[in-house]
C-alpha cells in the first residue's frame, strides 16, 4: 500500500487555492521551521461568507495536500460554519492520512482558525 | 526511471544472480549435514569466506556470516563492550553520526552501565585520529567509528584512528557497511579489529553481511542456536546469499577503480548542478566523500514534498527531513555536522552507482531544480525570506 490515499496524492500534485490575496480580510500563519511545516492561509470574506481563500505551505506532501484540501471545504461557506471545521474532517476528506502526519491536518485546521480570528480583530478595529 | 538511492540499496548484479542460482535449484542441502551432498554447499561456503577475507585483508577464520550489517554492528559491540567490561573498562568512543545500529546499541549499554563519549564530526563530517586519541582513557573498551557516513558520504580516517586504538591497546570496530566494495579495505593495515558489512550495499542479495573479527577477539553470541559459524552465530546459513555476497564483493573490489572513476566525474558534475541553486549546499567535505554520495540541503523547503515530485519524474532519492524519518527531527547526521533544523528539513541525499549515466545526471539536475523552485514558490517561508521578514540562512 502506498504511503499517501489517491486524494492526497492529487491535492499534492495538483493542490487548488495556491497562491495569496493582497488585502486579505484575514491571514492565518501557524507552525514554525523548526518543525518544518508552516501554513498561511489568507481569506476574503464578505457578508460573512468566504468568498475566496488561498493558501501557502512550507511542508510535507501531507501538509501540502491538507492545506489545499482545507481550502477547498471552507471556500463559499459562511464563517460560522467554517469555525466548525475540524482536523478530522480534513482528515476523512482526503481519505485518510497516516498516524504520524495528523498533525498536518490539526494545522489546516488551526491555521484557518486563526486566519478568521485575524478577520474578527481587523473588523474590530474598523 | 532513473535509481540514484545507492545507499540504501542496490540492484543486485546478473553476475551475482547467476552465482546463487545453482545453490537454490541443485546445490540446496544444509551445509551442516554430514553426507556430500551437504558438504557440497559447506564447501561453497567455504569458499566464499575465503573471497570475502581476501577482499579485507583478513583470514578465512576471521569472517562471520550475519544476517546484515546490523547484526554485525550489534553483535562486534556488544561483544567489545563485554570483553571491556571483564577488565572493568565501560568507556566507549564513537561518534554523533554513526547508524542507528550503532547508536542504539550504545544506547543499550549506556543503560546497563556503559559511559559513552560520541565525538563531535565537524562541519567537514569527519572525525580525526587526534579527538581519537585525546578520548581515549585507561577504562576505554572500544572505539567504534564508521568507514563513510550512509548519508553525507564523509569518508573517516580509519587508518589513522587504527593506528591510534592499536598504540593504546583499544579494541577498534568500524561500520564499513557504506564503504565495503567502494573503498579499499585492509583490516591488518588499517590496525581494524571489528568491521561490518553489508552485501547489499554492493550489488549483492539483502539479508546477509559479515563480521570481522580479529583472532583473539572473543565474540558473544546475538542469536543463540546451533555450532554454525564456529558456534558465534546459530541459524542455518543462509548459503545461495552467501555465495552471493562474496561475488559481489570479489566483483565490486575487482572493479573499483574503474567504478570510482566513473563515479567520481558522474558525482562532481552532480554537484557542479545542484550548486547552482540558489542558497543551496553541500553536506559533509567536497573531497573526503564516498565517489557516489552527493548529500544537499535546499533553504525554504520540506525534502519529502521534494522525494513525492522526484517520484513522479522517475527519480528514486532520499531524504533526511522528519517528515521521510517517521520522527519529529530530522536526521542526527545532518544535525550533527551543524545544520539548523529548518535547513535539514530541506534534505536531498543521491546515491550513485556506476550503472547511472551522464544523461541520468543531467536528468537529475534539471528535475531538482524545477521542483526546489515550484515548492519555494509555494512556500510562506521562502517569501518571508525573500521580502527580508526573515533571515537567509545559506548565503550561496
Redesign the interface.
Known amino acids: 500500500m502506498p504511503l499517501y490515499s489517491a486524494k492526497v496524492?492529487d491535492h499534492?500534485?495538483n493542490?487548488r487555492n495556491?497562491?495569496?490575496i493582497e488585502n486579505a480580510d484575514g491571514v492565518g500563519?501557524v507552525g514554525n521551521?523548526?518543525?518544518?511545516?508552516?501554513?498561511?492561509i489568507y481569506l476574503k470574506i464578505d457578508d460573512d461568507i468566504i468568498t475566496d481563500v488561498k493558501f501557502?505551505?512550507?511542508?510535507?506532501?501531507?501538509?501540502?495536500a491538507s492545506s489545499s484540501m482545507a481550502t477547498e471545504m471552507i471556500k463559499g461557506k459562511p464563517v460560522s460554519e467554517v469555525l466548525q471545521l475540524t482536523n478530522k474532517a480534513v482528515t476523512e476528506a482526503l481519505d485518510g492520512l497516516p498516524a504520524?502526519?495528523l498533525h498536518c491536518s490539526v494545522l489546516a485546521e488551526e491555521a484557518i482558525k486563526a486566519a478568521i480570528e485575524d478577520y474578527y480583530k481587523k473588523s474590530q478595529v474598523q | 526511471m532513473i535509481y540514484a538511492d545507492n545507499a540504501a540499496t542496490t540492484q543486485m548484479s546478473e553476475n551475482v544472480i547467476k552465482a546463487m542460482l545453482p545453490y537454490m535449484e541443485k546445490i540446496w542441502g544444509n551445509p551442516s549435514s554430514l553426507y556430500s551432498f551437504g558438504q557440497q554447499a559447506k564447501d561453497a561456503m567455504t569458499s566464499a569466506r575465503e573471497q570475502i577475507a581476501n577482499c579485507i585483508g583478513a583470514k578465512a577464520e576471521e569472517i562471520y556470516f550475519t544476517s546484515g550489517g546490523s547484526e554485525a554492528d550489534n553483535q562486534a559491540i556488544i561483544s567489545a563492550a563485554k570483553i571491556g567490561a571483564k577488565k572493568n573498562k565501560r568507556h566507549i568512543i564513537s561518534t554523533a553520526f554513526e547508524h542507528h545500529a550503532v547508536l542504539h546499541t550504545l544506547d543499550k549499554l549506556k543503560r546497563e552501565g556503559f559511559e559513552i563519549e560520541l565525538l563531535d564530526v565537524h562541519e567537514n563530517g569527519i572525525v580525526t585520529p587526534e579527538q581519537v586519541k585525546n578520548a581515549i582513557r585507561a577504562d576505554t573498551a572500544l572505539v567504534t567509528i564508521m568507514y563513510a557516513n550512509n548519508e553525507i558520504g564523509t569518508i573517516q580516517p580509519i587508518a589513522e584512528i587504527g593506528a591510534v586504538c592499536r598504540a593504546a591497546k583499544v579494541i577498534f570496530h568500524t561500520d564499513a557497511v557504506q564503504a565495503a566494495g567502494h573503498l579499499p579495505i585492509d583490516v591488518k593495515a588499517q590496525n581494524v579489529d571489528l568491521l561490518s558489512i553489508s552485501a547489499h550495499k554492493f550489488h549483492g542479495p539483502k539479508g546477509t553481511g559479515a563480521l570481522y573479527a580479529k583472532k583473539g577477539i572473543q565474540l558473544v553470541n546475538i542469536i543463540e542456536g546451533g555450532a554454525q559459524e564456529r558456534g558465534k552465530r546459530g541459524g542455518t546459513e543462509n548459503v545461495p546469499a552467501i555465495i552471493g555476497m562474496a561475488t559481489a564483493l570479489s566483483d565490486a573490489c575487482a572493479n573499483m577503480a574503474e567504478n570510482n572513476s566513473k563515479l567520481l566525474k558522474l558525482r562532481e558534475r552532480l554537484i557542479d548542478g545542484l550548486n547552482k541553486i540558489p542558497h543551496s549546499t553541500l553536506n559533509g567535505d567536497a573531497e573526503k566523500r564516498l565517489p557516489g554520495n552527493v548529500s544537499f540541503c535546499f533553504e525554504g523547503i520540506e525534502g519529502e514534498a521534494l522525494l513525492l515530485h522526484l517520484d513522479d519524474k522517475g527519480i528514486c532519492a532520499s531524504s533526511g527531513s522528519a517528515c521521510t524519518s517517521g520522527s519529529l527531527d530530522p536526521s542526527h547526521v545532518l544535525l550533527a555536522i551543524g545544520r539548523q533544523h529548518e535547513i535539514a528539513h530541506g534534505s536531498l541525499r543521491l546515491t550513485l552507482s556506476e550503472t547511472n549515466t551522464e544523461g541520468d545526471v543531467e536528468k537529475i539536475i534539471a528535475a531538482v531544480a524545477e521542483v526546489v523552485e515550484y515548492l519555494r514558490s509555494i512556500s510562506p517561508l521562502w517569501k518571508d525570506k525573500l521580502i527580508g521578514k526573515r533571515e537567509f540562512i545559506l548565503t550561496e
Open positions: 496524492m499534492f500534485r493542490p495556491v497562491g495569496s500563519e521551521a523548526v518543525c518544518g511545516d508552516i501554513m498561511k501557502e505551505t512550507f511542508g510535507c506532501g501531507s501538509a501540502i504520524h502526519k
